[in-house]
């Protein structure tokens, strides 16, 4: 069994720009043990989500309880 984390970086509208890099999410999550899975990105803009991407991890749920 595992648990996922999705960790949500906003992407500014103007600049294209993620306001945290997603490679030191990455390694802050792998050093808490856990795995990088995937990123999402949101390719379309809405008024109250705007740009983001989404970074999943998981990890081994038993081996944390």
């Given amino acids: 069994m595992f ?3 999705i960790v949500r ?6 600049t294209s720009k993620p306001e945290e890099d ?3 999410v990455i390694a ?6 856990w795995r990088f899975v ?3 990105p ?3 803009y809405t008024a109250s989500e705007g740009y983001y991407m989404d ?8 081996q944390y309880l």
């Fill in 3 to 5: 648990e996922y984390k």
């Fill in 9 to 14: 970086i906003k992407i500014n509208m103007w």
């Fill in 22 to 24: 997603y490679r030191d």
């Fill in 28 to 33: 802050e999550y792998a050093e808490a043990g």
């Fill in 38 to 40: 995937q990123v999402v």
């Fill in 42 to 44: 949101k390719n379309w």
């Fill in 55 to 62: 970074v999943i991890f998981e990890r081994p749920r038993d």
